[in-house]
Structure formats: C-alpha cells, structure tokens
C-alpha cells in the first residue's frame, strides 16, 4: 500500500484511492453513515488507519474543507410546494443525496445575487433548477469554479452539466396523437414562449404540425402575459391565453398547453364559453401533475419523471466532486403521453416511452 503519511498530508482522496472507491463512500463510512456495506466499511477504516488515522478521526478533517452539503437554488419567481414540479424534484434530489451522505440545503434566490449558501462557502456544489435563471448568472458561477449541475435547464452550446427533458419529443408527441383523432385546426397555449421549456414544447407543436402540411395560424397560438397578472396561480395564464383564442372568432377543435397549469386555466375558459371538453375542444397538458387524472374531464398530459430529474442531478454533482466529471454532459429524460378523456381518448394510457436516459450529449 505504500509508506504511512502524516496526519496533515492524508485526503479523503487518498484513502479512496487505496481502497478503489470514491470519496464521497470514505465520507460516509468514516462517519457512520448508511449506504455502505459491512465489508467495505471495514477495509475503508483499516486503509485509514493504516495511513495514520484511527477510525474515530472525523471526517471533514479529511476533506480539505468540505461541507458534505450540496446546494438546491430555485428560482424566486417560480411557485413551490411538495407536490410542485420543482417540489418533486426537490424530493427526487435530497434522497439521492440522503443516501450518499450529504445534506440537500435549498434556497430561492434570482440572477442578481449570488446566494447566501455560496457567499458563506456552506456547500460543496450547487444544482440550479428552473430555466429562469440568466445566462451570464450561470457562467459567473462556472468562472467561480462552482461545481454545478442545472435542471430543466440547458446552455447551447453545452457549457454546463444539465438534466433534461425531452419538451420538444413529448409535445411531438401530444400533437401526433391530436392529429391521428382527426384533428385539423390546433392551437397552442401558454404563459409564455420566452421559457426555454415552452419554446421547446412550442417546437414539438409546430413540427408536428409541419409533418402532416397542417397550416399554423397565428391567431391561435396565445400566451397569458398581461398586465396585473402577479400574484396569480399558474392556472390564470392558461385562462388568459384562452380566452384570446376564443375571442377570435373561428375556434380550434383541440388545444395543446404548454403545462399543466395552462391547461386547467384553458379548461375552464372553454367551460365559460359555454363549450364542452372533448366534444367541442380536446385539449392536451404537459408534466402529468399529481392532480391532472381528477380533472373534470381527466386530463391527457405528457408525463415527466420529476422525481428522477432531481436523483440523476445529485448523481451527476456526486461525479463532479469526485474529480470523474469529464466534459459536461446533458442527460435527457423521456416524455411519455398519458391518454385520459380530456383529447376523446378512452381510459388512461402511455404510449411509446423511451429509456430514462432518452440521451446523454458531451461536448
């Protein structure tokens, strides 16, 4: 194993080294934490103390400053609870991090500041969530050497580790299945098309409708943004929106939103007006919300494994303070059709769903 170091010069890197694992496994171990086995516990605390340390040394005098806590930052603008989108991945990521040892500390905060959590060095990395965050605020980031994953998020060209979704394939997707019901006059609502996501999803929509020669008028392509609308639930976009549509004149037979929220706020729009959903209108959401199969009619959405965006994220973070990152990577997840009577379907159902990781992009 090779001569015994001084207690000053010994890493949590090089015990892992010794024993062939990762620091974040000697972390653990060494602090009594689950997640690892009987065996390799006791091989990590032998190498240990064989390389001057006894095994009740605490660990972080090992890791050359480090917190085991890593960073979840959510943009203020966006809506939080448990059972959000960002909430399930939220979830998804502290138990991830649970399991390897390290505390998931979250905050909010927006591209003006940097957060608390860095300025006070409380943390080993940082996972950014939302696609509200300002470019030059990410890079200032990458510059300060921040270990960093986003989600839901993305840079082009790839700068930054990300997980993804698949927006534009499940929108695709979504209006494929509109399209094969017989559906020749769609429409297209959401908060806003400046988001990164509902540009995607708005991608997905115009090229299904490209595919199939399906003309794309303007008029009922409709965003919720006017004046007086803070402080509102997400679900006042998507009424907004519709009601623009509704307004024109000659209506859609089916709707595409670019969320849920919109969805609902679209739905009960529709209702206003005296229409019915799907005979009049079917209407098709995004995000599978917990909430989206007790919609009055069931809602057909395109699901996403939030839950796995935050596991995958804290696995990625785990692989760049171990020193394995490599260049960055973006992990994208499939989007899966969930088919519920809102579109006329019968039932519930999928669809073609492709592996967890649809695709994984290096620069």
């Known amino acids: 194993m090779g001569a015994v170091r001084s207690k000053r010069g010994v890493t949590l890197r090089d015990i892992a080294q010794a024993v062939g694992t990762t620091t974040s496994t000697v972390s653990r171990a060494l602090n009594g934490k689950p997640g690892v086995s009987p065996a390799l516990r006791a091989r990590i605390l032998e190498v240990a103390r064989k390389l ?3 095994p009740h040394a605490p660990a972080r005098s090992l890791a050359l400053k480090k917190t085991e806590n890593i960073g979840l930052l959510i943009h203020k603008r966006q809506s939080f609870s448990p059972t959000s989108f960002y909430g399930e991945i939220m979830a998804g990521a502290e138990a991830a991090a649970t399991e390897a040892g390290y505390h998931l500390i979250f905050s909010t905060s927006d591209s003006s500041v940097l957060p608390d959590i860095l300025n006070t060095r409380k943390i080993d990395g940082l996972i950014l969530a939302g696609c509200d965050f300002e470019v030059r605020f990410i890079r200032r980031l990458k510059r300060r050497g921040v270990p960093l994953v986003l989600v839901d998020n993305h840079l082009d060209p790839l700068e930054v580790d990300c997980v993804t979704i698949d927006n534009h394939g499940g929108a695709y997707a979504a209006t494929s299945h509109l399209i094969a019901l017989g559906h020749r006059k769609l429409a297209f609502v959401a908060e806003t098309l400046d988001n990164l996501s ?3 999803r708005f991608s997905g929509f115009r090229a299904a409708l490209a595919e199939r020669e399906i003309p794309l008028r303007e008029e009922w392509v409709a965003t919720g943004e006017p004046e007086g609308g803070e402080g509102k639930d997400n679900t006042y976009y998507g009424l ?3 009601r623009k549509i ?3 004149g000659s209506l859609p037979t089916a709707v595409v939103a670019a969320n849920d929220a919109a969805a609902v706020g679209a739905m009960r729009a529709i209702k206003e007006a005296g229409l019915r959903i799907p005979d009049d209108i079917a209407i098709v959401g995004f995000d599978d919300a917990p909430w989206a199969a007790h919609l009055e009619p069931p ?7 939030r839950h796995s965006m935050g596991r995958l994220a804290v696995r990625r973070l785990l692989e760049l303070l171990d020193g394995k990152g490599g260049p960055p990577v973006e992990i994208k997840l499939a989007a899966t059709l969930v088919v519920r009577r809102s579109c006329g379907g019968e039932g ?4 073609k769903g492709k592996s967890l990781f649809a695709s994984e992009k290096t620069t």
Request: glycine share 18%.
């Open 52 to 54: 001057g340390y006894t």
């Open 198 to 200: 509902f540009s995607e």
């Open 240 to 242: 907004v929106a519709m």
């Open 246 to 248: 509704l307004s024109v």
């Open 299 to 305: 809602l057909t959405t395109v699901r996403v494994d």
């Open 348 to 351: 519930e159902g999928g669809g």
